[in-house]
């Protein structure tokens, strides 16, 4: 059974930092292009980024381009979202999620909260 | 601004049928395959249709998806009240070299 776990959301200052993790099970992790979706409070749906089975291609939203990096680590079926230069408008939950080939996600996790606020 | 567009709303009534339109653009939905999802309340999304018109394992056939040109369509039929969620559509931006996912339409089966 495919799992999503993440962690690390929490409460941050505006122009904090914080690192987001997601951790993989029940499939082979490096052959899957992965996915950070985000969904602020009361809002839809929005893609951040997502990066290739080996970490070598890496795409992001406009909004988020500069401030935020995905990163992935096959032996430890990790994905990871570092976040910096956060602003009150990256308050969302952020779900980790799998890539469907050719399409958009599959999978997802159960979402982590971070908070941008003083 | 979504690039995806969705109504905000439909409803219709128990044992009904609902279509959920989702249109875009050349770049999107013109060229790439669309996925749907849907929300129920306080839960993460899930995948009901993808590449256009297929269901994953599990998914009733009560849901369909449909494509044509730059356009996506969900339809959902025999409604039940547990039905009632939010529904997004999604696809790959050539253009944007990102993902877009449409604003969400919220269904009340009345």
């Known amino acids: 059974e495919v799992q999503l776990v993440e962690s690390g959301g929490g409460l941050v200052q505006p122009g904090g930092s914080l690192r987001l993790s997601c951790a993989a099970f029940?499939?082979?992790?490096?052959?899957?292009?992965m996915s950070w979706v985000r969904q602020a409070p009361g809002k839809g749906l929005e893609w951040v980024g997502n990066?290739?089975?080996?970490?070598?291609?890496?795409y992001y939203v406009d909004s988020v381009k500069g401030r935020f990096t995905i990163s992935r680590d096959n032996a430890k079926n990790s994905l990871y979202l570092q976040m910096n230069s956060l602003r009150a408008d990256d308050t969302a939950v952020y779900y980790c999620a799998r890539d469907l080939p050719g399409g958009l996600v599959e999978y997802w996790g159960q979402g982590t909260l971070v908070t941008v606020s003083s | 601004q979504s690039v995806l567009t969705q109504p905000p709303s439909v409803s219709a009534a128990p044992g009904q049928k609902v279509t959920i339109p989702c249109s875009g653009s050349?770049?999107?939905?013109?060229?790439?395959?669309v996925s749907w999802y849907q929300q129920l309340p306080g839960t993460a999304p899930k995948l009901l249709i993808y590449?256009?018109?297929k269901r994953p394992s599990g998914i009733p056939d009560r849901f369909s998806g449909s494509k044509s040109g730059t356009s996506a369509t969900l339809g959902i039929t025999g409604l039940q009240t547990g039905d009632e969620a939010d529904y997004y559509c999604g696809t790959w931006d050539s253009s944007l070299s990102a993902g877009v996912f449409g604003g969400g339409t919220k269904l009340t089966v009345l």
């Open positions: 990066i290739k089975r080996d970490g070598s291609e890496k």
């Open positions: 029940g499939f082979t992790f490096s052959s899957y292009w």
């Open positions: 590449d256009n018109n």
């Open positions: 050349f770049s999107n939905i013109g060229n790439n395959y």
